[in-house]
Each structure stands twice: as C-alpha cells, then as structure tokens.
C-alpha cells in the first residue's frame, strides 16, 4: 500500500515544516515564514496559532525593524516543551542531567555513589534519579525518557548490556530501571552516547570514526549521521583488537589488545592527567617517551582502521584536550608510514565536546525521536 497524500497528511507536513523552521532560525515571524517556506499566510497563521496554542512555540518579542509603523511579533520554539534525562553510571558516580529540546543542559547532579550490580545500587540510583526529577518541576509529559550510559555492549534494542566486564553487569536487563521509572528507559554503551553528542554539535559530521581516549578506550562508528550498534552490537569495539600477543592482560581475558596499551588507564595509571602533559611536553622525560609511544601506536590502529573505512577519525574522550597540533602531526606520519597511496592530513579531528559529553549524549536519543517526529508534533490534533 502507498501512502495518499491527504489533505491531513499535508496539514501534518506543513505543521511539521513551519516547527522545523521555527526551530532552526528561532524568533521568525510569521511573513518569514510564508515567504522562505512558500506556503499562504493563511496557512501559516493557522499552524502558528495552533501550535502557540498547544505550547510547541511561544511569541518572542517583536521584530527589530529600522522601519517606522507596525513590528511584527516574533516565534521561537519552547525550549522545555519537552525534555529528556541523561544518567551516566560510572565505578563512583550516578551522573544526571535534564536537556531540552536544543540539546541545553537544564540541570545536571554528580552523586557519589559506588557501582554495585545489585538491586539495592538500582534502586538507590532509581530514587535519585526520581529526586532529580521532581526538582524539575516538569509534568510527567514532558519528560520524554531516560537513556542510561554504561561502561558496557549494548544490544541493538538498547533493552540489555550485552558485555559488561569493566562494571561486571554482562547481562543486565534495562527491566531494573523501567519497573522503578515510569518513563521510557534505554541503554547506552558510552562511547555511542559521546559519538551522539559530537554529531549533535557537528552538523558537517556525516561520517566518521569516534575514538574515546578514556580510562578505558572505546569507539564508535558514525554512518550517514547514526551511530552503529551493528547486527549484534559490537561495532567499533577497537579496544579488543589485539595489538600485541605478547601484551599484558586485558580486562576481557586475552592479551596484549588495544586497551593496553591505549587507554589512559595504560598510559598513566593512577598518575594526575595534567601532570603527566605537563611532563611529556619537556623533552627528554620518560613521560615524553612514553607519549611518542602511544602516539605511534595510536597512528598505526587509525592507519589500519582508515584502510578499512575511508572516513573522519574524532578523538574524544578526557585525553582529547591534550592533543596538540604536533601530535596530530605525527600521527599522519605514522598513518602514511603503513599506508601505500597518498593520504591527505584533512581526517584527523580533535572532539569539539569534551565535557559531559556522555551525559548529554544519553539524553539525545529521545530529543532525536522527537524532533524526527512529525506525529509528536500534533499533539491531540490528529
Ligand atoms: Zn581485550
């Protein structure tokens, strides 16, 4: 069956193109909108009013005009009109944060809390998360879900982790948070969600690699705009290619993988971040070595990685801010060094969001889903 173009259909479409509109430019009037969209002021007058009225925009001030008579009155979308929460669960931490519909933090919380696979760690985290909530002062409504971020595979339903041996969680059901939660729940394996808040602040990102340099190292793949899971959920899983069969022992049981040698963990241990640069940028320090390593090291997985998949790499993750133009330069060297054709030094990019960029990025799905939505636009009005 094929769709008819109904006359619903297109007052749904109009609808969805005047929010769109109204969302990306903010404060238009309504003769901006009938003119750039080419639809009838009649048309755009009763979708303005409609939506005025149903809260998706509100009248925003008048119209900056140097003309002497009449201003026009200005729209901009609602921010909170809709919300959506983002938790991120780490060893010592339950973070939460509210973002509205541009992605903006409304509130966020860190609560020391230590991970423990456990229902009395869910129901903990549960009621903070529920606290946090109702200090929003929001309408059930509103909310339009929780996405929760672990160290951990996610299956591609995003109702289960699927590998979860740094939290030791392999296993778990997302049924833990939805039968304490009376909002829609889902999991997010971490490096997705920093991948979704990269694309949420890179509108020119349509496809690329995301490397997180973190205590652990993770990835993910970027494909027309959409973050990979994969068939059964282990796309981008770099960290578990072994780099050297004669490594030490990686945390998933075999040897010598990229984990080892790539994570921060590998890399500092327990030292201080800012220390340990502030160290490898004086020459001849054994912590100077120990960057050249990783640095070359890191260039020979993206040069073989970029073999495979000709696109953008984004380091991200909390070594990302300490990459300068230099090591971005040898990495090149190391790229071209393994590669047999010319390679352009144009791929390489430092993440533009290194901060809560999990924590957003939990949330973002349902903001997505949302703004996608042409259904979630009308409301009672079907
Ligand atoms: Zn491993």
Known sequence: MTDKITP?????NNRKQIYDFIYSAGKVSQN?????????RPTVATNISELEEDGLIFRDGQQDSDQIGRKATVYSVTPDYRIAVGVELTGRHAKIIAVDLYGHKIKRVVNDIRYVNNDSYYRKVCDMILEFIGSLEMSEEQILGIGIAMQGLVSPDGNSIIYGEIMKCTGLSIDVFRERLPYKCTFIHDPEGAALSELWVSPELI???????????GGALILDRNVVRGKSGHSATFEHIQFDPHGTKCYCGKTGCFETVLSMHALIGEENEEKFFSMARKADTPESEKWGSYLN???????????????DFILGGHLAPYFTEEDLR??????????PFEEPDDFIHISKMPSHNINVGAALPFIKEFLDSADALTGSRK
């Open 8 to 12: 619903n259909a297109i007052r749904k």
């Open 32 to 40: 901006d909108i009938a003119s750039i969209l080419r639809l009838s």
């Open 330 to 339: 040898v990495l090149y060297d190391v790229v071209r060094k393994g590669c």
């Open 207 to 217: 496809s690329a690699i995301y490397l997180s340099l973190s205590e652990h190292l």
């Open 297 to 311: 090291i890191l260039g020979s997985l993206i040069g073989a990685v970029h073999l495979v998949n000709d696109v």
